[in-house]
C-alpha cells in the first residue's frame, strides 16, 4: 500500500522512503541476507570441488527465492518457496542430472574429470634405465634442514643435499664423521642421524624434497629405497596431451572418448569423463538386450504396476468398506491391527515372506505339502514366482489403500445413498453407481501413484527372487520377474567395464520418459472421472 | 524506482553479512590442508617435532574398523602420527571413494577385498605399493591376487575361500574325490539318516566353481604373466560343460535341490538333515552356534584334478589421492608386516592370514582347514570383465538346477551371453 502512496506523490524522496520502508522490509532482508549468505557459502565450496551441476540448482534457487521475496505481485509465491526449492532440489535436478549423465560416458574408468585424471597421471614415476638405487639415511640439522647417506647397490656412497649436486664424501671430509659398524656416518656436523623410526616421524617432509641438483634429483621412494625418480607423464597444453619423458612417446588426448591415446592406439589409464552425445542410446538401441527380452520385460513391468495398483485397491476398498458398516464388532481394533504391514519395514516383511513360502522348509509350503500333497513352485516356475511377488506386493500395499478407502467413503454424503435406496436400488447398484465413481475421483490419483511406484518397485522384485527364474531363452541374462528397472540394474552393472553410470542413466532416462507418458495419459483419464462427478 | 531501491539494499546487505560470515566459515573446512604444506618449510625450525600436523585416515568396515583402531595406537605412539579410523559400511566403500578421493576428502587406506581393483584400478583411485623385501612373508597366491596388469596394488591381511564342511557323525571321514562323495551322499540319503547327503544351495556360480576346476574348467583363461584374459572364456571350454553334466547328474538323481537356497542349506546342516554342504567360513559363527559336530576339509578332487576355490583376499589399498602417499605406505610396509601388529589382526579380526610367519602358526583347527583348503585356490578374477559373468554363469547354473535347460546348452549360452557383454553388447 505505501508503494502506491510513494509513486502517487509523483517524486521519489529517498530518505521518506527509505525511513517509512525500512521498519517494514527489514526482517525481510535480513533474512533474505541470511539465506543468501548461505547460499554463497555453499556455492563456493562446491565450485572448489567442480560440483557444476548442483552449483547451477543452488544459483537457480538462491536467485529464485530473492526475486519472490523482492517483488511484492510475487507475493503468493512466498509461501509456494520451501515446496519449489525442494522440487527443484529433490526433483528437477536429479532427472536433469540423470540425463545428462546418459550422455557422459562416466562410470568405472571414466570416473575421474579431465584434470583430475591428469593429476593422477602425473604423479606417476619412473626410474630410468641404468639409474642407481640407494638405502638412504637422513640427516637433520636442529633448523630442520636434511642431509641424505646414499648408499647404491655397488656399495657407492654419496651425500645428497636439496639443490646441490649429490657428491662422493670420504669419511673425515666435508664435516662428515666416522662410519659406524653399519657403514653409515655417526654424525654430519651440524645434523644429527635420524633413527628409523624418526625417519618415519619426518617421512611427510622427507618424502617431499628432491636431493641433489635437478634433473637428476634423488627423490624417496620407501622407507628403503632412494633413487633418481623422475616425473613420468607430463602435460603440453599445446599439444593436449600427455608426453612420456621415459619413452617420448605422445598420448593425445580424445576429448570424444575420454582417454589418453598414443599414436599406436596404446591408452592410458585412467581415462575421463566427457560428453559422448547419442552414443549410449544408440548402445541401448543396438543392443541384443533390446532386439531379446526387452520387451517381455517391458510386457511384464506394466502387468506388474496394473495388478499391483488393482489387487491393493480391490482388497483395501473390500476391507475399508466391511470396518465402515457399524454392524462390525471391534472395528477400530480390526483396522488397526490389519495396518501392521504397512508398519513394518517392507524388506523385512517380504524376507519373511520369501522363508514362509521357501519349498523345502517354508510354512506355507510345508502345510500345504502335509494338506494337499502338493505346493507351487514358487521361486522356480516363471507363473508361480509372479504370482508370488504379485502375493507379497498386496501384502505390503492393502493397509495404504484400505486407509485411503476408508476415508474416501466419509467424504460421500449420506444423502445419496437414501435417495438411492428410496428409489429401490440395491445394495450392488448402489455400490456400483454411487460409491465407486465418487470413491475414484479422490483415489484415482493415488492409483495412477500406486502404479508409476510399482512401475519402478525395485526392492520387492529384487529380494524376492532377484527377478529369477532365469529365462531360459534370452540373449542377455534376464529373469521371468525382472521388471524394467531390476532388467537395467543387471544391464549396467553387468557391462564389460564394471559400472556404467553413463549407460544405466541412459536407460534409466528411457524408463522416466514410458513412466511419464503413460502417466499423462492415465492423468487424461481422471478428468473423465472429475466430468462424471460434475454430473451427478 | 522502488524494487529497484529495495534490490539494492538487498545487494549491499547480503553483500556485508557473506562478508561478515564467510572469513569464520571457509577456514575449517579448506585451509588446514592448505597452510599445512606451506608452513612446513618456512616455520619448522622453531616446532617440535610431533608436533608436525600429520594424520592418516583409514576407511574401514564395521567389523574391521574397531582392529584397525585397537592396532593404530601403537603407531601413533611409536612414530607420533595420529591415525583415525573410520567405519564406513562395506557396500559403500567404493562409491564413497569415487566420490571422496577425487575431491581430496577421501582416506588414505582403505580395507577391502582384492576384486575391487579393476573397477578401482581402471578408474585410477588406488596407487601401486611397494613391499620391497617383506614381499617374501607374503602368501603368493594373495600378492597374486593383489597383482593387476603387473603392478601391486594392496598389502594382504588374509584370504577367504569355501572349503566342505562335513558332519563326522554321519560321514566318518571326508570324501577324497566326488565319486566318493556321491555314492557317501546317496547312501546317506537311501538309508534315511539325512535329507540330503550333499548340498550346494542351488544357483550359486560361485560355490560351484571349484567342482568345475575339478573337471578341468575354468571362467578366464590366463595370459603367459599370469593375467586373467578377458577374450578366453572358458565358461563353455569341455572342463567347464563335464562340470555342469556332474551337477544336473546330482540333480537328476535327487541328490541336490532348486529349493535350497543359502539359508536352507545352512539349516539343513546345522539340524543334521544335509551331512555336507559347501560354504566358506562366514558361516563358521552360526555352525558353532547351532552345537551340530562339524569339520572342514578340502573339496573332493574330480577327474581333472584337485578342486580349486575362489580365493579372495582381503587387504589395505592405498588411495591415489592420498595426500601423503610415503608414509601412507610406510605405515603399511613398516608397522603392519610384522609379525607383532599381523599377529594381533589375526587374533582381532580370525580368518586364514595371509601374512607367512602368522599363517604357518594358526592352532584353530577350522581356519587351518580352510587355509588348507585354499592353498591351491584361484585368485578371484579382479578385471572388470568380471562383471559381465556373475549374472549369466549364475543363471546357468539355476537353469541346470531347474532342469529347465541341459547343462550343455546353459553353459554354451551363458558363455555367448558373457563375450556379447565383453564385446559391448
New interface residues.
Partial sequence: MN?VK??ARGA?R?LA??LE?IPR?APR??G???V??FA??FL??LV??GVWFLSAAISIIALGI?VIF???HLYPFRWLSPGLVFMVLMVAYPVLFTVYTAFTNYG??????KP??IR??E?EQYLPEGAPTYQWTAFRS???EYVLWLVADNGETLLARPSEPAQKVTPGQADVGPLGEDGIPQSIKGYQRLS???S?????????LAFGQAPNTIK??????AAQYQQQYVYDKKQNALVDRATGTVYHADDTEGVFVSSDGQAL??GYQVLVGWENFQ?LLA???LRGPFIRVFIWTVAFGLLSALLTFVLGLFLALVFDDPAVPARKLFRSVLVIPYAVPGFISILIWV?ML????GVISTALQKLLGWSP?W??DPWWTKAGVLLVNLWLGYPYMMLVCSGALQAIPDELYEAAEIDGASAWQRFWNITLPLLLISVGPLLIGCFAFNFNNFVVIYLFNRG???M?D????A?HTDILISYTF?LA???????DFGYAATITTVIFLVVAIITAFNFRYTKVWEEVSESV | MKPKALVLLGLVLTLVLSAACAPKATPTPTSPPTIAPTKAPTEMPTEAPTKVPRKLTIWADELRAPVMEEVSKAFTAKYGVDVAVEMVPFGDMRDRLKVAGPAGEGPDIIMGPHDWLGELVSSGLLAPIDLGAKKELFLSAALQAFTYEGKLYGMPQMTENVALFYNPKLVAEAPKTLDELEKVAGQLESEGKVKYGFLIHAGDAYHFFPIMTAFGGYVFGRDAQGNYNPQDVGIDSPGSIAAAEWLDMMVKRGHLSKDVDWEVMHTMFQDGKAAMIISGPWALPRIKESGISYAVSKIPAGPAGEARPFIGVRGFMVSAFSKDLLLAQTFLTEFVATEEIMQRIFELDPGASAFLPVRERIKDPDTAAFAEAGENGLAMPAIPEMSTVWSAWGDAVTLIYQQRLSPDEAFKKAAEQIRTAIKGG
Avoid at chain 1, 568405472?108 to 574429470?113: A, I, P, Q, R, S
Avoid at chain 1, 521357501?358 to 522348509?361: C, F, I, R, Y
Fill in positions: 508503494t510513494v509513486r521519489f529517498p522512503f527509505f520502508a522490509i532482508l535480513l533474505l541476507a541470511v543468501n549468505a554463497l557459502w563456493y565450496q572448489i570441488d530473492n523482492l517483488r511484492e568405472d574408468g571414466h570416473l575421474l574429470t583430475q585424471a593422477v597421471l604423479k636442529p633448523s630442520g628409523r623410526v624418526d618415519v616421524r619426518f617421512l611427510s617432509e622427507l618424502g617431499k624417496i621412494n620407501t622407507l628403503d629405497q589409464r585412467p548402445r543392443s541384443p538386450a522363508g521357501n519349498p523345502e522348509l513352485p521361486f522356480s529369477g527364474p532365469p531360459a534370452a540373449m542377455t541374462p529373469g543387471r552393472f553387468a557391462s564389460r567395464r564394471g559400472a
